[in-house]
Structure formats: structure tokens, C-alpha cells
């Protein structure tokens, strides 16, 4: 198998300083980080470092500057139209609460519905769960098919007028799954409903244009996209934006305070009280930049040649099933899979012995595995700095803790 796409493993310090020690197959959890973020980081801190947008001084405005600049390289690497629709957070987790306290206030109410799915991680189910009990509304999970895909006839058979938001996930950190958000965006827009599409495990392997999807929110995290950790952002529509009331109090939020009356900053300044992270913005953007610059070298292409790869000789292994849809066109590099009588936990034990780092479990979506009638898997998930080689290295890592488990 032949790679056209050459992984740079050298701009990574954490792969480059591991060197064949290490197999690092745990990018759907977390991705490792290129030098040019790090870089960034430590410039800031370096040469800019200041509050935003409350001084005068030269300083703050250099801070000010590239935190603003960071906001319209992430509104532009998701096919925003305008930086205001774009928010920072936490991540993706805390975007979704974001929407789940600020929006759905305003539309639901006793008889209401909101629809998610079995596929989803728990960060796209519970802050729904808690909207729906304050509101009285109901949550409508859409069924999975036996090979982990979404039951678009099921979904069309929950889309009623008491739909008003639909939250699915973009792709299933799970089992890799793409789902069809343009045909779940335009159905859920023909009962007037609106949609939220948790796109954690999407952007660092799919193009995004959210204008072109159509979608009305759109929630990614920095960490899983080769940046920091502990910074994302969400994506909303401007005209449900400005709708929103803020969900926390504090500086930078305000237009003005009385004790009488306080009014509020437009977005998305409504939504980020208190000092934000001002360095993580700055690093999201060297590494959006970063993997943009891989997508156009022919990275996605490389990843589904390393999924296809690495499905194969999985399911070549005897006792050895992969969980999920086919690949192709409906599949990011995730493969996740169980081996007959032996627990998930015990083969990532096995792997990691051998210098392969796995995940295992139920990766936050319990839902998923109990409709699947399996506690868990082992999930590989591949980023843009592994190898074919390494793929071999798993492979014969889990055809040793066959043998072992067996004995």
C-alpha cells in the first residue's frame, strides 16, 4: 500500500520524541500537537501576552488582534458567514449547554419535543435530558441499525410540529459513522425545527461548510482538531444568536450595568463573560490553519486508505469483529471492534503491553452499546501522523492478545 500522503511525523514533538516506541491510536480522544501550535502558544505568552478588549495600551490591542483573528479562522475553516456566529467554549460539551440553557428556553415548552439519537455521546444527550425537564418537554431518541447507522425511517416517523430541535452527531465518536446531515438538516427544517450538529469528531476529517449544510448550530472542540485542550467553539445563525440570553454574568458580557437594569453585548460577546482563554483561540488557529494545509495535500484521502487498511486486517483475524458501517463514503478512520470472549478492557490492556495506545469501553455513548447488545469495544482511531507500518503493529498486537486471551 503505497502512501502519497507523507504523515510529517517530525512537526509533532510528542510522536517525533516517542519514535517507534509508541503507537499512538488514540486520536479520537485527544490528537497529538504540532509544533506550530506550541509555537503559537509560547509566542503569545512571550511577546503579547495582556487582557482583551478592556485596555489601551499597544499590547492588549496586539492580544485583542489575535484573538479576533483566531475567531474569523475558525468562522472561515467551518464556512461561516460572519466571526459573530462564532463563540468560544470550552469545547464541544460545553457549546451543546450552551445551546441547551440559551436556546431551547425559548422553544420548548409542556408537549414539545426534542429529537437526538442512540448514537449519540453523552455530551449530546444529557443537557437535552436536563432542557426537557425544566421545560416539560420530551426527548425522542432515533434508532440505530444492527451495523451502526442511523434509521432515517424511524427518524422521519419522530418528525412531528412538536419538534423544535433535532441534535445528532455530525460523526459517531464511537464507530465512525458520517451520518447524512444534509438530508437529517433539511427534514428536521420541514417540520420547522432546528438543528444542532455535534461536530467533535467530524472536523478534524471531513470539510465543513455549515452554510452549505444548512445547519443552525454547529459544536467542535480544539483538542480533537491537533489543538489545545480546554478550548472549541460553537457555530450559530446570528438571527438565533441575537435571541439568546447570555447564560453567565460578569465583565466583557455587559453593554452597561445599573442596578435598575443591565443590558447586553451583541453576540458573540454576550456569551464569553470573565477573561476567556486568550491563548487557546490563538492556538486553535495555528492548528486549524495546520490541518487545513493537510487537507489539501490529500489527508482525508490518506485517512480512508489507512481505515481501509486497517479494517481488513482486523477482520482477517479470526475470533475478530469490526463494529460498524462499511467503509467508504458513510466512515471516518475509526474502527471499532470486539473479539469473541474476551472484555474490551483486557485487549487494550494487552495492546498498550505491546506499545499500542487504544481506547476502550463504551466511549461515553452507552446508549449506542446497549442497542448494539455489546458493553463495549476497542476502538482505533487514526490521525494524520500514523503509518501504515504502525497499522501492522496493531494487527499483530491483536493477533497476540487473541492467542493469549485463547490459552
Excluded at 462564532?86 to 440553557?101: F, H, K, P, S
Excluded at 425511517?153 to 455530525?170: F, K, S, W
Excluded at 450559530?236 to 435598575?260: N, Y
Amino acid at each position: 500500500m503505497a502512501e502519497v500522503f507523507h504523515p510529517y511525523r517530525q512537526d509533532f514533538p510528542f510522536i517525533d520524541n516517542r519514535g517507534d516506541s509508541l503507537v499512538y491510536l488514540d486520536n479520537a480522544a485527544t490528537t497529538q500537537k504540532p509544533k506550530v501550535v506550541l509555537d503559537a502558544l509560547r509566542d503569545f505568552y512571550e511577546s503579547h501576552n495582556a487582557n482583551v478588549h478592556r485596555s489601551a495600551h499597544s499590547v492588549s490591542n496586539e492580544a485583542t488582534a489575535l484573538f479576533e483573528r483566531a475567531r474569523q479562522v475558525v468562522a472561515d475553516f467551518l464556512g461561516a458567514g460572519k466571526p459573530e456566529e462564532i463563540v468560544w467554549t470550552r469545547g464541544t460539551t460545553e457549546a451543546i449547554n450552551l445551546v441547551a440553557q440559551c436556546y431551547a428556553p425559548l422553544v420548548l415548552s409542556a408537549g414539545s419535543q426534542v429529537v437526538t439519537s442512540h448514537m449519540e455521546h453523552h455530551s449530546n444527550i444529557v443537557p437535552w435530558q436536563l432542557a426537557c425537564e425544566r421545560a416539560g418537554a420530551e426527548l425522542k431518541p432515533v434508532r440505530v441499525t444492527s451495523n451502526g447507522e442511523l434509521d432515517l425511517d424511524h427518524y422521519r416517523e419522530l418528525l412531528t410540529e412538536n419538534v423544535q430541535l433535532v441534535a445528532v452527531g455530525h460523526v459517531s465518536n464511537a464507530l465512525g459513522t458520517i451520518n447524512p446531515v444534509e438530508k437529517i438538516i433539511k427534514m428536521a427544517h420541514q417540520v420547522g425545527a432546528k438543528v444542532l450538529l455535534d461536530g467533535a469528531q467530524a472536523a478534524a476529517h471531513v470539510p465543513i461548510d455549515v452554510k452549505e449544510l444548512g445547519c443552525d448550530f454547529y459544536a467542535f472542540s480544539g483538542h480533537k482538531t491537533y489543538g489545545p485542550t480546554g478550548i472549541g467553539a460553537l457555530y450559530g445563525k446570528l438571527e438565533l444568536l441575537q435571541d439568546m440570553p447570555p447564560w453567565q454574568g460578569g465583565g466583557e458580557m455587559i453593554e452597561h450595568v445599573s442596578f435598575e437594569k443591565t443590558t447586553y453585548q451583541a453576540p458573540p460577546y454576550r456569551f464569553e463573560a470573565g477573561t476567556p482563554d486568550i491563548s487557546g483561540p490563538i492556538g486553535l488557529q495555528a492548528a486549524l490553519i495546520y490541518l487545513q494545509q493537510q487537507m489539501d495535500r490529500g489527508l482525508i484521502e490518506y485517512e480512508d486508505r489507512l481505515l481501509r487498511h486497517t479494517t481488513s486486517h482486523l477482520s482477517a483475524i479470526d475470533g475478530v469483529k469490526v463494529i460498524g458501517p462499511a467503509i467508504g463514503k458513510t466512515k471516518c478512520p475509526i474502527v471499532s471492534f470486539v473479539m469473541e470472549d474476551a472484555h474490551p478492557a483486557d485487549i487494550a490492556t494487552l495492546l498498550d503491553e505491546q506499545g499500542v495506545a487504544v481506547r476502550s469501553g463504551h466511549h461515553c455513548a452507552i446508549p449506542l452499546m446497549e442497542s448494539l447488545g455489546i458493553p463495549g469495544t476497542v476502538r482505533a482511531s487514526i490521525g494524520m501522523y500514523n503509518r501504515v507500518k504502525e497499522i501492522g503493529r496493531l494487527v499483530d498486537a491483536v493477533k497476540t492478545a487473541r492467542r493469549i486471551l485463547k490459552a
